[in-house]
């Protein structure tokens, strides 16, 4: 297995903070897995997401992405990194609310400089793909929570990033829009071969990934692989996993 | 908390953000001031108003300038307010009455409104000061500095009164919205103003039709005689088409660009590039939530450029116009040779130069029994209809010789126009336009002069608008060959004799004209260049100097709006430029989608402004102007001088705009 992510020995710490928000963190992540991080608030999973995506420049390590050290980058190499090939989705939905869903869905592809033609054929195939198809002419503030998130995951999905980073996803869904939202991650990671890196509090989110990385004081302190159990399975193992650490503090 | 610590609080901590509300409070109060002090300084009014014109003048802007404190301060207080709603929605959260924080907003706005205050009248005396100094350097006024008052009481009364009438309503007005909005609309307020838009074929197309018709309309005065405003009147049909580019630029903003952007994004060639896809839409949206703002701009900014155009032109074109009325530095007729001796010594007396030229050209009336005489032949002989509405004139052409006309050309440095001139035959003329006509050029005709018994044709070899002697003492002034001239003399007496007098060093000597006025005893047919440009000076300059001073206000209460307006709108969807970066957008495009946004809202009064502006001057110029210049590009260059005035100001505002903004918005 080859690996798409490299981070060796991350550190970070923020100005005029006294512990790091990240202490040499190493791990890797392989061609289209689909990875969790888990941890207590404040352990250090979004500084991680945003070392890792260029959004954030980490104090000490390497970060390799898809063979680029992105220490490297300059200011619009990381904006151009970033164009093509990282793909975002937040907590907040985060949709721009003048443009319709399709033309949400559509802006990272004319950033790409993309023909028109191709652009409409990509977003609609997407969207029939993921049953929004009926929304695309709609404005994010006409449509449900659950529906944003899934229109700004396919916003994140339709230009086949080589990374995917959401943080919290499913943050701020209820339990029926957030299974639909999973479904469309799995189902890019499965049919397009999506690699995810997936920032969640919810043991039911994260049973969907293939392996778990867990935080405590920005370090990851245990690892979790699915390995052949079934959803339900690797669910109660997470969760058993959680309790523990809740117990622990 | 107590309401006032909380207030003060409040202020301290958000310093920066009320220091601009109160720099902009500051500045309409020091402006207000500033005016006031100034229409109630009886020592200047009495030095630059003779028959209370300034006055009433003073009187109309200072009706203008409360209507736009009014508006500023209101606009400005909603511009803050609605930057706070989300902070006083979670006040309203935290269980808050409203009335409490309705008193909070209200003691802020008068701890803020006093330190306008205090600011605003000290710099307001400041600035009167300012103005009277320029005022009496300008116009060379005798002035006792020491007699008028820093800060006139009654001025500070008066300001005193209006700002806080002005408070008052504006605690009026934000206690009806807080009252009228709800808690769910206080805490999302920012977003909630998105509603589905709707695009309406009907009313653009009727918007975009009318501001074609009415520019039409305007320029159809070019068409002279046959034209609509003269056929049917100037009156409706300047009310016509003012009402049509009025409802057709509210129309056209409201509902055609909108319409024009939403249909452009079918171009999916054009529209699906990283730039459009979201300046278009974003320019959809603003121009639907502030399509009021961006027409009241837009009126405004064609006033500003109208008025400033036209005020422009008619200083300039009197100006312009003097080297017709007044060709010669003094001109006047004489009675007897005796008077030159007496005016030699009057000039020697006041200005001992040597290159000062005497001419004397004695004029001879001819009569023709042309069927067709020119319009000069017979002008002026019936009251109203030439300069000099004193005196009435009898018919006829009024001759001078061919060698003389040259040698005043020289002496009065038209080298131009002595350089196109050729020699006359004894069978030819050359006749002076009163004004320049292209519907009838006499060219090629032939007049018969009456000469004692004879009749002698003369042919018309050129006409011109060069007149050698001014309009007071020459209408239907013929240059005749010298010989012709020389038979003349020979059969009649001179109807006039004129006496020019040129030279450097007499120029601009208002004493010598005075003098020379007092020994002819005011008569009508004394004429000076210097001393017409100088009394259109004094004559017009107050005039100018408010109308000045309303432009300014203008400009700058048009500029700020502009600034105010994108500085929100753009650091209002911060997130959605964070979305961007995100996405891999460098901030190099983000920056460029920041400029294309401003640009366009300060395009659209700029460019209708200046369409309005032209068109105006256009009809201003054509229907409402004397005209006795030749129509050239020239004639314009004080309207292309407000024009490029405008742009540079347009210009220095909308990149301190983009600036903020991108400052704004590009921080980590
Ligand atoms: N901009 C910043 N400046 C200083 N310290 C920061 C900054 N951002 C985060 N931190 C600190 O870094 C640590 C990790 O924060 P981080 O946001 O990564 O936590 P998190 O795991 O995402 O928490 P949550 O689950 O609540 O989102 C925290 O102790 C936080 O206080
Ligand atoms: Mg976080």
Not at chain 1, 70 to 74: A, F, G, T, V, W
Not at chain 2, 378 to 384: E, L, M, V, Y
Not at chain 2, 465 to 469: A, Y
């Given at each position: 297995m080859s690996a798409l992510l490299e981070a060796t020995e991350v550190t970070k710490i923020y100005a005029r903070?006294?512990?790091?928000?990240?202490?040499k963190v190493s791990f890797s992540v392989a061609k289209s897995e689909f990875i969790a991080i888990m941890g207590a608030s404040g352990s250090g999973k979004t500084t991680l997401l945003n070392v890792l995506s260029t959004i954030d420049t980490p104090t000490s390590g390497s970060i390799t992405i898809d063979g680029v050290n992105?220490?490297?980058?300059?200011d619009s190499g990381a904006a151009d990194f970033r164009r093509d090939k990282l793909g975002f989705i937040f907590q907040?939905?985060?949709?721009?609310?003048?443009?319709t869903i399709f033309e949400n869905i559509a802006v990272p592809l004319t950033l790409q400089k993309l023909p028109p033609k191709k652009i409409e054929n990509m977003v609609r195939s997407l969207a029939e793909a993921f049953g929004i198809d009926p929304q695309?002419?709609?404005?994010?503030?006409?449509?449900?929570g659950g529906q944003r998130q899934r229109a700004s995951a396919l916003r994140a999905i339709v230009k086949r990033p080589s990374i995917l980073f959401a943080d919290e996803?499913?943050?701020?869904?209820?339990s029926s829009s957030a299974t639909d939202l999973l479904n469309t991650l799995k189902e890019s990671n499965e049919s397009l071969n999506t690699t995810i890196l997936m920032v969640t509090h919810d043991a039911y989110a994260a049973s969907f990934a293939d392996r778990i990385l867990i935080f405590k004081d920005g370090c990851i302190i245990r690892e979790l692989f699915?390995?052949?159990?079934?959803r339900r399975t690797f669910y109660e193992s997470i969760a058993r996993e959680v309790a523990k650490l809740d117990t622990e503090r | 908390m107590h309401n006032l610590s909380m207030a003060l609080k409040n202020l301290k901590n958000n310093f920066s953000f009320y220091a601009l509300y109160l720099l902009s409070v500051t500045f309409v109060i020091t402006v207000f001031f500033a005016f006031t002090s100034f229409s109630m300084n009886a020592v200047m009014l009495e030095k630059i108003s003779n028959d209370g014109r300034v006055e009433t003048m003073c009187n109309t802007i200072s009706v203008f300038l409360m209507a736009f404190v009014v508006f500023y301060m209101s606009y400005s207080n909603r511009f803050f307010l609605r930057r706070r709603t989300k902070e006083l929605g979670i006040y309203a959260l935290l269980g808050y009455r409203k009335s409490t924080i309705l008193s909070l907003l209200i003691t802020e706005n008068l701890l803020t409104c006093s330190g306008a205050f205090i600011a605003g009248i000290l710099l307001g005396g400041f600035f009167h000061k300012g103005i009277v100094f320029g005022i009496t350097k300008l116009l060379d006024l005798a002035v006792n500095?020491?007699?008028?008052?820093?800060?006139?009481p009654n001025a500070v009364m008066k300001t005193a009164c209006f700002i806080s009438a002005v408070v008052i309503v504006l605690a009026l007005s934000n206690s009806r919205f807080l009252f009228r909005t709800s808690l769910m609309d206080l805490v999302r307020y920012e977003k909630s103003a998105e509603k589905r838009m709707s695009f309406h074929a009907v009313p653009s197309v009727i918007g975009f039709l009318a501001v074609i018709t009415g520019y039409c309309l305007a320029l159809?005065?070019?068409?002279?005689?046959?034209s609509l405003w003269l056929t049917i009147g100037f009156y409706p049909v300047g009310m016509l088409t003012s009402a049509l580019i009025l409802s057709g630029t509210v129309l056209f903003i409201a509902s055609f660009l909108p319409f024009a952007v939403q249909a452009g994004k079918k171009n999916k060639r054009k529209f699906y590039t990283e730039t459009k896809i979201i300046t278009a839409p974003g320019f959809i949206y603003r121009i639907h939530s502030n399509s009021r703002t961006l027409i009241m701009l837009t009126l405004l900014s064609a006033a500003t450029l109208t008025v400033s155009s036209v005020m422009a032109l008619s200083l300039y074109y009197p100006i312009a116009a003097v080297s017709r009325m007044a060709p010669s530095e003094i001109e006047c007729r004489i009675e007897n040779e005796s008077e030159i001796t007496a005016f030699k010594q009057i000039i020697n007396e006041y200005s001992p130069g040597d290159d000062v030229t005497f001419l004397q050209t004695d004029i001879y009336k001819v009569t023709s029994t042309a069927g067709q005489l020119p319009?000069?032949?017979?002008?002026?002989?019936?009251?109203?209809?030439?300069?000099?509405?004193k005196i009435l004139r009898d018919a006829g052409f009024e001759c001078i010789p061919f060698s003389n006309y040259t040698v005043l050309l020289e002496a009065q440095g038209r080298t131009k126009a002595l350089e196109q001139l050729a020699t006359l035959n004894n069978n030819e003329c050359i006749l002076i336009k009163y004004q320049p006509d292209s519907?009838?050029?006499?060219?090629g005709n032939v007049y018969p002069l009456l000469i004692g018994n004879h009749e002698i044709p003369v042919t018309v070899t050129a006409v011109t608008?060069?007149?050698?002697?001014s309009f007071a003492n020459s209408v239907g002034t013929l240059i005749v060959s010298d010989d012709l001239y020389h038979m003349l003399t020979e059969q009649a007496v001179p109807a006039a004799k004129v006496l020019s007098i040129n030279g450097k060093s007499i120029e601009d000597n208002e004493a010598l004209f005075q003098a020379l006025s007092e020994y002819l005893s005011g008569s009508p047919y004394l004429q000076g260049n210097s001393h017409r440009v100088h009394e259109i000076f004094s004559l017009s300059s107050s005039t100018f100097l408010l109308i000045g001073f309303l432009v300014v206000l203008f400009f700058i209460a048009t500029g700020s709006i502009l600034y105010f307006n994108n500085v929100s709108a753009i650091t209002d969807s911060k997130s959605d430029y964070d979305i961007l970066r995100k996405m891999g957008y460098t901030d190099r495009k983000i920056k460029k989608i920041i400029q294309k946004q401003t640009a366009a809202f300060f395009i659209i009064p700029f460019l209708f402004g200046l369409a309005d502006c032209i068109f105006a001057t256009l009809v201003y110029k054509s229907a409402l102007m004397q005209n006795?210049?030749?129509?050239?590009?020239?004639?314009y260059t004080p309207t292309m001088a407000a024009i490029m005035l405008t742009f540079i100001i347009y210009l220095a505002y909308y990149r301190m705009t983009v600036h903020t903004c991108c400052k704004a918005v590009l921080t980590k």
């Open positions: 903070a006294q512990h790091p928000s990240l202490n992105i220490k490297n980058l300059s907040e939905y985060l949709l721009l609310d003048s443009l695309l002419n709609k404005y994010p503030n006409e449509l449900s996803p499913t943050g701020a869904l209820d699915r390995q052949n159990d079934d | 500095h020491s007699e008028i008052p820093f800060f006139n159809d005065i070019l068409r002279g005689a046959e319009v000069e032949y017979s002008i002026g002989t019936s009251k109203g209809d030439s300069d000099n509405e519907d009838n050029d006499e060219t608008l060069d007149n050698p002697i006795i210049l030749k129509n050239s590009l020239v004639l």
